[in-house]
């Protein structure tokens, strides 16, 4: 079992910056692949990032690309995603996720664990 909490969300104008973290406990955080997801208001959660089990390796798909990091900290057992050039189109709700199955990083599929997500608005 992994159990997930993220934090740092909030209230953000255009071309603003915030940095989102999900804390981990459970299963050794260091075995997991992580990813980070987001669900707009009205629609179905999309997958936006993942990061390898070493944190070696990323993934963002091209909406994020160029503006938005994944780490992790493994000693901290702690995510984390920062974003910046934020756009009103990045409202949402924020979401990590844990995977044990080894899966190429751009797979959105087979994430176990799940936080309860963290409130992102920016605003225009």
């Known amino acids: 079992q992994v159990q997930l909490v993220e934090s740092g969300g909030g209230l953000v104008q255009a071309g603003g910056s915030l940095r989102l973290s999900c804390a981990a406990s459970?299963?050794?955080?260091?075995?997991?692949?992580m990813g980070w997801f987001r669900q707009a208001p009205g629609k179905e959660r999309n997958f936006i990032a993942a990061i390898s089990r070493t944190g070696l390796n990323t993934y963002y798909v091209d909406s994020v690309k160029g503006r938005f990091t994944i780490s992790r900290d493994n000693a901290k057992n702690t995510l984390y995603l920062q974003m910046n050039s934020l756009k009103p189109e990045d409202t949402g709700v924020y979401y990590c996720?844990?995977?044990?199955?080894?899966?190429?990083?751009?797979?959105?599929?087979?994430?176990?664990?799940w936080g309860q997500g963290t409130q992102v608005t920016v605003s225009s």
């Open positions: 996720a844990a995977r044990i199955r080894s899966l190429p990083l751009s797979s959105s599929y087979q994430y176990d664990y």
């Open positions: 459970g299963r050794t955080f260091s075995t997991t692949t």
